[in-house]
């Protein structure tokens, strides 16, 4: 079949693909999305984009969101709340902008690719891409192919954006050494009693799971309800279903009207190595970028979907071709030197928090206070993680303490 051709070809309409699209579209490269679902459609995901991610908004919606954001944007926390010690301990961070805007993830990618089509990109969906292959073009330039059931489409570049699960990157040739966690989201709507009790309470309980949280996010009519396991635990996936009963309980619902459950996994640490190969670039869940901490992913997809794309675009030739190898070196230099970084200190954070439940509790007994703090900091992107994260948290023990035996290895 005669191929359609691009300078770079986008798979997967979420966060990190749509930003990708909208700056590739921006910049005037020419540029396909292909998305295997017509689009909107239903994205398991809690829907809390914070504040950070919020800000790399294209400029234009910033400034002048269209209806269709308006719509995805569905609540608005200036506090978060974190609870501990069977829901006794409470640390509220609050900050004047909104740490955390609840968005419906069907509304919200489906604005941002609505943008970046009104830039001039080229949305293909209700196709999978089922081949890549990579070739040469009629002047010795390197291309690929993708092939889906009714087309073939041929880019210099391809950026990888579908998902967690990512078929493009396996395709491609990646391998995939991710640390994959399971969850339990669940759309639910309540009586009015309990909704007003809970709209105003976005919150994480590190006690609702065992190696985990659960988590309550209001919506604009319902809340998003759910429960993430970050360690290997000896339980089946039913053991998720359970505890998220018990959290149902420990919340203290009293009505539920009508629930829809998703069971999904979030990538929570980036895969190694470079994460280009052959012209193939890796954003948001295909690369793994969630935080390890919180599993909070939107931002992150967001800002390596930003990011891949400025590399291209600020990588091409005289004639306006994408030079994939140099945007390859300029999107991994990023990653090594401002991504991964951050996201290694939160892997250390996470196995400190999931598992040592006693060395956690301590910790957030002494300072949990200046611990949401630091969190609603980094929702904020005002500061990061400490880049040793070990040393920051025995310091603060000792300091309460005293010297008390060894340091305690996270």
């Known amino acids: 079949m005669e191929a359609d051709i691009f300078e770079v070809a986008i798979v ?4 990190a693909g749509a930003m990708a699209a909208c700056e590739l579209g921006q910049a005037g490269v020419r540029t396909v999305l292909i998305d295997k679902a017509e ?13 950070r991610g919020r800000q790399l908004l294209p400029e234009a919606l910033r400034q002048h969101p269209s209806p269709a954001l308006q719509a995805a944007l569905e609540v608005s926390c200036g506090q978060i709340n974190v609870y501990n010690n069977e829901y006794r301990d409470r640390y509220s961070a609050q900050r004047s902008e909104p740490l955390v805007t609840m968005v419906m993830r069907d509304r919200f990618d489906h604005a941002l ?3 970046a089509q009104g830039l001039g990109v080229r949305v293909i969906t209700g196709e999978a891409v089922r081949r890549l292959d990579r070739s040469l073009d009629a002047h010795g330039g390197s291309v690929i192919d993708l092939h889906t059931d009714q087309r073939r489409c041929t880019a210099r570049a391809v950026i990888v954006a579908d998902g967690a699960t990512s078929p493009t990157a396996k395709l491609a040739g990646f391998v995939d050494d ?7 989201e669940c759309e639910v709507w309540v009586g009015e009693a309990d909704f007003a009790r809970l709209q105003d309470d976005p919150r994480f309980d590190m006690d609702a799971i065992p ?14 309800i759910g429960v993430a396991l970050f360690q290997k635990d000896d339980g089946d996936k039913t053991a998720l279903k359970q505890h998220y009963q018990r959290y149902l309980q420990a919340l203290g619902i009293q009505e539920v009207l009508r629930t829809e459950s998703h069971g999904f996994v979030i990538p929570v640490s980036l895969r190694q190595g470079s994460l280009c190969q052959g012209g193939v670039m890796l954003v948001g869940d295909a690369a793994g970028t969630a935080d390890a901490l919180t599993a909070e992913g939107i931002s992150n997809a967001m800002l390596t979907g930003q990011q891949a794309a400025q590399a291209l675009a600020t990588s091409r030739n005289a004639r306006g071709e994408v030079q994939a190898a140099t945007a390859a070196a300029r999107y991994d230099a990023f990653i090594d030197q401002a991504l991964r970084p951050q996201l290694h200190a939160s892997a250390r954070l996470s196995k400190f ?4 439940t006693v060395l956690r509790n301590l910790l957030l007994k002494q300072f949990g206070q200046q611990l949401a703090d630091r969190v ?10 400490p880049s040793d994260v070990q040393a920051s948290i025995w310091k603060r023990l000792k300091g309460s303490f005293g010297s008390f035996g060894a340091r305690p290895q996270i």
């Open 353 to 356: 928090f999931y598992g040592n």
């Open 178 to 184: 991710r640390q994959i966690i399971p969850a339990l």
């Open 39 to 51: 689009l909107p459609r239903y994205k398991v995901c809690g829907g809390g984009l914070v504040f």
């Open 12 to 15: 997967g309409g979420g966060p």
């Open 211 to 224: 190696h985990g949280y659960g988590w309550s996010f209001p919506k604009r009519d319902h809340l998003s």
């Open 376 to 385: 609603a900091d980094v929702f904020m992107g005002t500061k990061g993680y």
């Open 113 to 115: 690719v609505q943008h």
